[in-house]
């Protein structure tokens, strides 16, 4: 048996996104960027009608610290 510890986030950041297709990928890749790495990336989709939940789907594929929600109506 391995011993090893899994590493907690230290911080979480919350986005709330709504129809922000133009901008989220910039918005994101600033979050991403940051020198602290250590810390879970929560976005939260409130039922955008633009391409915005495949944005946020797509990077939380490639990073797991993004963990993405989609709201079933627009709250």
Not at 2 to 13: D, E, R, Y
Not at 36 to 62: C, G, M, P, Q
């Amino acid at each position: 048996m391995t011993n090893f510890k899994i590493k907690k986030p230290l911080i979480s950041v919350y986005m709330p996104v709504f129809n922000a297709a133009p901008y989220l990928s910039q918005a994101i890749e600033s979050i991403l960027s940051q020198t602290l790495s250590n810390f879970e990336f929560i976005i939260v989709d409130d039922h955008s009608t633009d391409n915005s939940w495949k944005i946020i789907k797509s990077y939380a594929r490639r990073d797991s610290r993004i963990r993405s929600y989609r709201n079933h109506l627009n709250l």
